[in-house]
Nanobody, 125 residues
Framework: QLRFVESGGGLVQPGGSLRLSCAASGFVLDEYTIGWFRQPPGKAREGVSCISPRQSTSYLGSVQARFTISRDDAQNTVYLQMNDLRPEDTAVYYC???????????????????WGQGSQVTVSS
């Protein structure tokens, strides 16, 4: 069964850094574009960053200069390095597998059939 386990979140001060990990099981990760999505408290889920099997990437505009997505298919894991974190980055972060190009991925969260527990990122002010 297709499953993801997100980890690496925590509480940080503004300007701090975190590295999220998305470990996949039950499918071959290297066949899919993988996206990170987040849901701030009281708000809708939004796409943050995506990476294709050929390592093309896309980013939400507000994180593009600060976040870096990467993948290690041998370890069946995708990462999101988050630097210069801001209070508005506070959210539960989720990963998901999608088909298609990374350039289209950020707007495709509604196609994800199920979400895991995610990893909480809290940036204190």
């Amino acid at each position: 069964q297709l499953r993801f386990v997100e980890s690496g979140g925590g509480l940080v001060q503004p300007g701090g850094s975190l590295r999220l990990s998305c470990a996949a099981s039950g499918f071959v990760l290297d066949e899919y574009t993988i996206g990170w999505f987040r849901q701030p408290p009281g708000k809708a889920r939004e796409g943050v960053s995506c990476i294709s099997p050929r390592q093309s990437t896309s980013y939400l505009g507000s994180v593009q200069a600060r976040f870096t997505i990467s993948r290690d298919d041998a370890q069946n894991t995708v990462y999101l390095q988050m630097n210069d974190l801001r209070p508005e980055d506070t959210a539960v972060y989720y990963c998901a597998a999608l088909f298609g190009a990374a350039s289209q991925c950020l707007g495709l969260g509604h196609l994800v059939e199920s979400w895991g527990q995610g990893s909480q990122v809290t940036v204190s002010s």
